[in-house]
């Protein structure tokens, strides 16, 4: 289970150090650290899986009809995007020029803990979602929670 938030720096060259903790968890599952990045369809950011559960999720995208347009266009963009990198020697991994782009992704990175995934977000564009999502927030207080989330104690 991958949780909390760190801010980690983006060398010259795309590679990013995986805070320690998180390495160590990924180390355990896969003591190669294989990894899946690719892009988010609903946010400017990275998705991060460990090879495994990212394999889970492609063969569900893959079974899904590909005549619907709307399937096959999140297969294209999923699927599509997604490329396999590897942590190396110092915990670090190289995200493609491609996803940084999409990403805004410069020098500093936000490695977001999403359960059995990571987001990867620039910090600049994370600051701005966090603030629009607490305002959301706010409002969603004010007219009362959705049923699913009443019954939840934080």
Partial sequence: MFRGITAVSLDVKGRLAMPARQRDLLLETDDKAQL???????????????????????RKLEALPSFNPATRRLQRLLIGHASEVEMDNQGRILIPQ?????????????????????????????????????????????????????????
């Fill in 36 to 58: 899946v990045v690719t892009i988010d369809t609903q946010s400017a950011c990275l998705l991060l899986y460990p090879l495994a559960e990212w394999e889970i999720i492609e």
């Fill in 98 to 154: 491609l996803l940084r782009d999409y990403a805004k992704l410069d020098k500093r990175v936000m490695v977001v803990g999403q359960g059995q995934k990571f987001e990867l977000w620039s910090d600049i564009l994370w600051d701005a979602q966090r603030e629009i999502w607490l305002e959301e927030d706010k409002v969603m207080n004010a007219e009362g929670l959705p049923t699913e989330l009443q019954h939840i104690s934080l």
